[in-house]
């Protein structure tokens, strides 16, 4: 079996996946066979494990791994592939935004929303957002609920601009099916709890008019999300 390579450039994830999808198309790894680990496969690739997670996710997407989580990732046989024409159109590979790039952008505009909208809310959308929080827990669908706040507060922070910005990156979110596989795999009922907690310790410094404080929650709730998903949005990501 032949040796991985290293890779050192921009867009990892897509180029792990092509090398990983590689291995798999010229027999290295067969229909049923579990791929390395996260950890092992970054080690030999010389990248970080949310980079590969990413590419992971994207081969599971394209039909060439199952990711099962908590056993492992596993190739698939040709009957579960898309044809190639139908690859060549899927966004995946080619021209999807990644989950951590989605993440990233948010970390660099929400928290500026959170602090403004600590500053500029009426009472009416402090309600609104209180309302949308204290549903969430309790709710049939949580993801409505915690869409509904984070774009309320970017509607609070009384600039237009970033208000719109938040909801194109909620629209790239919604298209990225990276983003909603990871989302499906590994965002469950203890993870909304714990988004839950994180979503009060905002409203609470929305409610006290602390800026700072919001910002700081808001900033702790999206590096939250990062880590449940598995992926590195911080500003020295690799992708």
């Keep these: 079996m032949s040796a991985f390579s290293p890779i050192s450039v921009s867009r990892l994830y897509r ?14 790894y067969r229909a049923g066979e579990r791929l390395p680990s996260e950890r092992e496969l970054a080690e030999k690739l010389t990248v970080s494990r949310p980079s590969v997670r990413e590419a992971l996710i994207a081969l599971e997407i394209e039909g060439w791994v199952d990711v099962r989580v908590g056993t492992g990732v596993f190739v698939t046989g040709p009957e579960l592939r898309m044809n190639a024409g139908a690859r060549d159109e899927a966004s995946s590979l080619t021209s999807e935004i990644g989950a951590a790039d989605l993440l990233q952008a948010r970390l660099l505009i929400e928290p500026v929303c959170a602090e403004l909208a600590a500053r500029n809310a009426t009472p009416e959308q402090l309600e609104q957002m209180r309302q949308s ?28 601009a970033l208000a719109s910005i938040v909801q194109h990156l909620w629209k790239l979110s919604e298209a990225s099916a990276i983003f909603m ?6 965002v469950y009922d203890e993870v909304w709890e714990k988004a839950h907690v994180e979503h009060l310790e905002l409203l609470t410094a929305l409610q006290k008019r602390r800026p700072k ?17 598995g992926l590195d949005a911080n500003d020295d990501k690799e992708s």
Aim: proline share 3%.
């Design 181 to 186: 596989k990871l989302n499906q795999h590994y």
């Design 15 to 28: 180029m792990i996946a092509a090398q990983i999808k590689e291995k798999i198309q010229d027999g290295s």
């Design 133 to 160: 929080i204290m549903a969430l827990p309790h709710s049939g669908s949580p993801t409505t609920h915690n869409d509904t706040l984070h774009l309320l507060m970017a509607e609070a922070s009384g600039n237009a």
């Design 213 to 229: 404080a919001a910002r700081g929650a808001m900033h702790a709730h999206l590096i939250g999300i990062s880590q449940r998903l």
